[in-house]
Protein backbone atom coordinates (compact mmCIF):
# COMPACT_ATOMS: atom_id res chain seq x y z
CA UNK A 1 0.00 0.00 0.00
CA UNK A 2 1.20 3.50 -1.33
CA UNK A 3 2.64 5.79 1.84
CA UNK A 4 2.88 9.00 -0.48
CA UNK A 5 0.55 11.56 -0.99
CA UNK A 6 1.64 12.74 -4.41
CA UNK A 7 2.00 16.64 -4.10
CA UNK A 8 0.45 19.29 -6.66
CA UNK A 9 -0.38 15.91 -8.86
CA UNK A 10 -3.10 17.56 -10.77
CA UNK A 11 -0.53 20.21 -12.08
CA UNK A 12 2.43 18.03 -12.11
CA UNK A 13 0.17 15.23 -14.92
CA UNK A 14 -0.66 18.23 -16.46
CA UNK A 15 2.29 19.40 -17.34
CA UNK A 16 3.80 15.82 -18.51
CA UNK A 17 1.02 16.07 -21.25
CA UNK A 18 0.69 12.05 -21.18
CA UNK A 19 0.36 10.50 -24.34
CA UNK A 20 -0.67 7.03 -24.40
CA UNK A 21 2.11 4.77 -26.26
CA UNK A 22 4.70 7.35 -24.37
CA UNK A 23 7.56 6.66 -22.83
CA UNK A 24 8.03 8.66 -19.05
CA UNK A 25 10.95 8.77 -16.18
CA UNK A 26 9.81 8.62 -12.61
CA UNK A 27 12.91 9.49 -10.91
CA UNK A 28 11.66 9.62 -7.71
CA UNK A 29 9.50 6.48 -7.36
CA UNK A 30 9.16 6.90 -3.45
CA UNK A 31 5.64 5.77 -2.40
CA UNK A 32 4.68 5.07 -5.73
CA UNK A 33 2.35 7.80 -5.72
CA UNK A 34 3.00 9.78 -8.79
CA UNK A 35 4.02 6.68 -11.00
CA UNK A 36 0.33 5.44 -10.02
CA UNK A 37 -1.18 8.73 -12.23
CA UNK A 38 1.52 8.20 -14.93
CA UNK A 39 0.11 3.94 -14.87
CA UNK A 40 -3.68 5.60 -15.17
CA UNK A 41 -2.99 8.18 -18.10
CA UNK A 42 -0.07 5.48 -20.40
CA UNK A 43 -1.43 3.00 -22.82
CA UNK A 44 -0.75 -0.76 -23.47
CA UNK A 45 2.62 -0.01 -24.96
CA UNK A 46 3.25 2.92 -23.14
CA UNK A 47 6.09 2.52 -20.52
CA UNK A 48 7.38 3.80 -17.27
CA UNK A 49 10.96 4.24 -16.25
CA UNK A 50 10.99 4.52 -12.04
CA UNK A 51 14.39 5.31 -10.46
CA UNK A 52 14.41 5.33 -6.39
CA UNK A 53 17.87 4.01 -4.24
CA UNK A 54 15.68 3.84 -0.94
CA UNK A 55 15.07 0.12 -0.19
CA UNK A 56 11.82 0.73 0.87
CA UNK A 57 10.69 1.85 -2.44
CA UNK A 58 10.84 -1.83 -3.25
CA UNK A 59 7.79 -2.58 -0.91
CA UNK A 60 5.62 -0.16 -3.59
CA UNK A 61 6.12 -1.54 -6.89
CA UNK A 62 2.45 -2.14 -8.16
CA UNK A 63 2.42 -5.19 -10.61
CA UNK A 64 1.80 -3.78 -13.86
CA UNK A 65 4.62 -4.80 -17.00
CA UNK A 66 4.63 -1.13 -17.96
CA UNK A 67 6.77 -0.17 -15.22
CA UNK A 68 10.61 -0.71 -15.19
CA UNK A 69 11.85 0.19 -11.67
CA UNK A 70 15.98 0.89 -11.46
CA UNK A 71 16.81 0.17 -7.87
CA UNK A 72 19.50 3.28 -8.04
CA UNK A 73 19.74 7.05 -7.63
CA UNK A 74 18.47 8.98 -10.67
CA UNK A 75 22.07 10.87 -11.12
CA UNK A 76 22.37 7.36 -13.23
CA UNK A 77 19.33 7.95 -15.26
CA UNK A 78 21.00 8.45 -18.89
CA UNK A 79 23.03 4.96 -18.26
CA UNK A 80 20.19 3.15 -16.93
CA UNK A 81 18.13 4.15 -19.73
CA UNK A 82 20.69 3.16 -22.12
CA UNK A 83 20.92 -0.54 -20.51
CA UNK A 84 17.10 -0.78 -21.25
CA UNK A 85 17.59 0.71 -24.98
CA UNK A 86 15.92 4.04 -24.15
CA UNK A 87 17.39 6.76 -26.11
CA UNK A 88 14.84 9.55 -25.57
CA UNK A 89 12.00 9.80 -23.43
CA UNK A 90 8.86 12.32 -23.84
CA UNK A 91 8.31 13.66 -19.87
CA UNK A 92 10.24 13.43 -16.94
CA UNK A 93 9.13 14.00 -13.04
CA UNK A 94 10.90 14.40 -10.32
CA UNK A 95 9.78 15.14 -6.92
CA UNK A 96 12.73 16.09 -4.45
CA UNK A 97 10.99 15.76 -0.90
CA UNK A 98 11.71 13.00 1.54
CA UNK A 99 8.43 10.70 2.23
CA UNK A 100 6.59 11.15 5.51
CA UNK A 101 7.51 7.38 5.57
CA UNK A 102 10.90 8.02 5.40
CA UNK A 103 10.88 10.89 8.54
CA UNK A 104 8.44 8.58 10.92
CA UNK A 105 10.53 5.52 10.37
CA UNK A 106 12.41 6.19 13.70
CA UNK A 107 15.58 4.21 12.71
CA UNK A 108 16.29 5.74 10.00
CA UNK A 109 17.80 9.23 11.86
CA UNK A 110 16.12 11.47 9.50
CA UNK A 111 14.24 13.39 12.77
CA UNK A 112 14.40 14.85 16.01
CA UNK A 113 11.42 13.39 17.12
CA UNK A 114 12.78 9.66 17.57
CA UNK A 115 15.88 8.75 19.21
CA UNK A 116 18.42 6.73 16.81
CA UNK A 117 21.57 6.59 15.48
CA UNK A 118 22.25 9.82 13.20
CA UNK A 119 21.97 7.61 10.00
CA UNK A 120 20.44 9.51 7.52
CA UNK A 121 21.75 7.42 4.14
CA UNK A 122 18.86 7.25 1.25
CA UNK A 123 21.25 4.27 0.00
CA UNK A 124 22.19 2.45 3.07
CA UNK A 125 25.05 1.06 1.09
CA UNK A 126 26.93 4.20 1.01
CA UNK A 127 29.41 4.32 4.19
CA UNK A 128 29.16 8.58 5.02
CA UNK A 129 26.53 8.43 7.62
CA UNK A 130 25.19 11.89 9.32
CA UNK A 131 26.95 10.42 12.62
CA UNK A 132 30.58 10.62 10.26
CA UNK A 133 29.89 14.29 9.08
CA UNK A 134 29.31 15.53 12.74
CA UNK A 135 32.14 13.67 13.91
CA UNK A 136 34.93 14.78 11.19
CA UNK A 137 33.72 17.68 9.57
CA UNK A 138 35.95 20.70 10.45
CA UNK A 139 34.25 23.33 11.92
CA UNK A 140 34.02 25.41 8.75
CA UNK A 141 32.44 22.73 6.66
CA UNK A 142 30.07 22.06 9.48
CA UNK A 143 29.26 25.97 9.02
CA UNK A 144 28.62 25.43 4.97
CA UNK A 145 26.69 22.47 5.53
CA UNK A 146 24.08 23.96 8.27
CA UNK A 147 24.40 27.45 6.37
CA UNK A 148 23.94 26.63 2.61
CA UNK A 149 21.82 23.63 3.01
CA UNK A 150 19.80 24.69 6.06
CA UNK A 151 19.75 28.52 5.91
CA UNK A 152 20.53 27.74 9.55
CA UNK A 153 21.52 31.46 10.84
CA UNK A 154 23.50 30.76 13.66
CA UNK A 155 25.67 28.00 12.02
CA UNK A 156 28.71 29.43 12.66
CA UNK A 157 28.28 29.08 16.80
CA UNK A 158 26.46 25.56 16.13
CA UNK A 159 29.17 24.13 13.76
CA UNK A 160 31.93 25.14 16.83
CA UNK A 161 29.91 23.41 19.43
CA UNK A 162 29.81 20.39 17.82
CA UNK A 163 33.49 20.23 17.01
CA UNK A 164 34.15 21.47 21.38
CA UNK A 165 31.64 18.82 22.31
CA UNK A 166 32.43 16.20 20.43
CA UNK A 167 36.04 15.81 21.79
CA UNK A 168 34.55 14.98 25.05
CA UNK A 169 31.79 12.60 23.71
CA UNK A 170 31.27 11.50 20.22
CA UNK A 171 27.71 12.22 18.41
CA UNK A 172 26.11 8.67 18.02
CA UNK A 173 22.47 9.68 17.74
CA UNK A 174 19.43 12.23 17.58
CA UNK A 175 20.04 12.58 21.53
CA UNK A 176 23.65 13.38 21.43
CA UNK A 177 23.30 16.46 19.13
CA UNK A 178 20.03 17.09 20.61
CA UNK A 179 22.11 17.66 23.93
CA UNK A 180 24.49 20.02 22.12
CA UNK A 181 21.90 21.71 19.48
CA UNK A 182 19.63 22.85 22.02
CA UNK A 183 20.69 25.31 23.97
CA UNK A 184 21.71 27.47 20.42
CA UNK A 185 17.94 27.19 19.23
CA UNK A 186 16.66 30.53 17.97
CA UNK A 187 13.66 31.27 17.19
CA UNK A 188 10.66 28.22 16.86
CA UNK A 189 12.33 25.09 17.86
CA UNK A 190 10.24 22.66 15.44
CA UNK A 191 11.79 25.08 12.37
CA UNK A 192 15.27 25.35 13.49
CA UNK A 193 15.72 21.76 13.89
CA UNK A 194 13.83 20.72 11.15
CA UNK A 195 16.46 23.14 9.24
CA UNK A 196 19.80 21.29 10.57
CA UNK A 197 18.24 17.79 10.05
CA UNK A 198 17.39 18.58 6.66
CA UNK A 199 20.91 20.31 6.09
CA UNK A 200 22.66 16.80 7.55
CA UNK A 201 20.38 14.82 5.03
CA UNK A 202 21.23 16.88 2.20
CA UNK A 203 24.78 16.28 2.97
CA UNK A 204 24.81 12.72 3.42
CA UNK A 205 22.84 11.92 0.29
CA UNK A 206 24.99 14.50 -1.77
CA UNK A 207 21.24 15.74 -2.46
CA UNK A 208 22.89 18.62 -4.77
CA UNK A 209 25.35 17.07 -7.02
CA UNK A 210 22.68 13.80 -7.69
CA UNK A 211 20.65 16.76 -8.71
CA UNK A 212 22.77 18.49 -11.18
CA UNK A 213 24.01 15.43 -12.51
CA UNK A 214 20.03 14.39 -12.98
CA UNK A 215 19.06 17.78 -14.88
CA UNK A 216 21.76 17.76 -16.85
CA UNK A 217 21.13 14.09 -18.39
CA UNK A 218 17.39 15.05 -18.74
CA UNK A 219 18.82 17.40 -21.02
CA UNK A 220 20.22 14.68 -22.87
CA UNK A 221 17.46 12.26 -22.98
CA UNK A 222 14.23 14.16 -23.32
CA UNK A 223 12.98 14.80 -26.97
CA UNK A 224 11.78 18.46 -28.24
CA UNK A 225 8.36 18.46 -27.26
CA UNK A 226 9.63 16.34 -24.15
CA UNK A 227 8.33 17.51 -20.38
CA UNK A 228 11.12 18.41 -17.78
CA UNK A 229 8.59 18.62 -14.44
CA UNK A 230 10.71 18.61 -10.81
CA UNK A 231 8.90 19.74 -7.28
CA UNK A 232 11.70 21.04 -5.15
CA UNK A 233 11.42 21.81 -1.24
CA UNK A 234 14.53 24.06 -0.94
CA UNK A 235 15.57 27.69 -2.15
CA UNK A 236 18.90 26.14 -3.21
CA UNK A 237 17.47 22.91 -4.87
CA UNK A 238 14.52 25.28 -6.62
CA UNK A 239 17.32 27.54 -7.70
CA UNK A 240 19.22 24.63 -9.44
CA UNK A 241 15.82 23.76 -11.25
CA UNK A 242 14.88 27.09 -12.21
CA UNK A 243 18.83 27.35 -13.66
CA UNK A 244 18.06 24.51 -15.88
CA UNK A 245 14.86 25.28 -16.95
CA UNK A 246 16.56 28.99 -17.66
CA UNK A 247 19.56 28.24 -19.80
CA UNK A 248 20.40 24.82 -19.91
CA UNK A 249 22.87 24.57 -17.39
CA UNK A 250 22.92 24.22 -13.53
CA UNK A 251 24.71 27.44 -13.25
CA UNK A 252 22.52 29.59 -14.66
CA UNK A 253 24.88 31.25 -17.72
CA UNK A 254 22.72 32.14 -20.52
CA UNK A 255 24.76 31.23 -23.42
CA UNK A 256 24.16 32.26 -27.60
CA UNK A 257 25.52 31.26 -30.52
CA UNK A 258 28.12 32.89 -32.72
CA UNK A 259 25.09 35.13 -34.04
CA UNK A 260 24.13 35.99 -30.49
CA UNK A 261 21.19 33.95 -30.77
CA UNK A 262 20.40 32.59 -26.64
CA UNK A 263 20.02 29.28 -26.01
CA UNK A 264 16.67 28.46 -24.72
CA UNK A 265 16.28 24.86 -23.93
CA UNK A 266 12.73 24.93 -22.50
CA UNK A 267 9.76 26.40 -22.94
CA UNK A 268 7.74 26.87 -19.31
CA UNK A 269 4.73 25.17 -18.94
CA UNK A 270 3.98 27.31 -15.92
CA UNK A 271 4.83 31.25 -16.30
CA UNK A 272 7.06 31.26 -12.63
CA UNK A 273 6.68 28.69 -9.91
CA UNK A 274 3.61 26.80 -8.92
CA UNK A 275 2.64 26.22 -5.15
CA UNK A 276 0.31 23.93 -3.39
CA UNK A 277 -3.37 25.77 -2.31
CA UNK A 278 -4.10 26.12 1.28
CA UNK A 279 -6.67 23.16 1.33
CA UNK A 280 -3.41 20.71 0.11
CA UNK A 281 -1.02 22.46 2.36
CA UNK A 282 -3.61 21.69 5.50
CA UNK A 283 -4.38 17.81 4.01
CA UNK A 284 -1.00 17.54 3.44
CA UNK A 285 1.11 19.75 5.84
CA UNK A 286 4.39 18.13 3.81
CA UNK A 287 3.76 20.35 1.01
CA UNK A 288 4.24 23.66 2.40
CA UNK A 289 7.67 24.15 0.96
CA UNK A 290 6.94 22.66 -2.73
CA UNK A 291 7.47 24.69 -5.31
CA UNK A 292 7.00 23.05 -9.01
CA UNK A 293 8.93 24.01 -11.81
CA UNK A 294 7.87 22.75 -15.30
CA UNK A 295 9.67 22.98 -19.31
CA UNK A 296 8.99 21.79 -22.48
CA UNK A 297 12.55 20.85 -24.61
CA UNK A 298 12.66 22.78 -27.26
CA UNK A 299 14.62 21.61 -30.46
CA UNK A 300 18.40 22.51 -30.23
Known amino acids: MSYHHPVLAGKCIEALSIKKDGI????????????????????????????DQDDDALRNLPDDARLIFNHHNFRYLKQFLRLHGVRQVDGILADLGVSSHQLNEAGRGFSFRFEAALDMRMNRQQEKTAADILNTYTAADLQRVFGEYGEVRNSRTLAQRIVEQRDVKP??????????AEPLIRGQRNRYLAQVFQALRIEVNDEMGALKEFLEASLDVLRPGGSLVVLSYHSVEDRIVKNILKSGNTEGVVKSDFFGKINRPFTLVYKGVVTPSQEEMEGNPRSRSAKLRAGIRNND
Open 171 to 180: VRNTADFLLI
Open 24 to 51: YVDATFGGGGHSRLILEELGTNGRLYAF
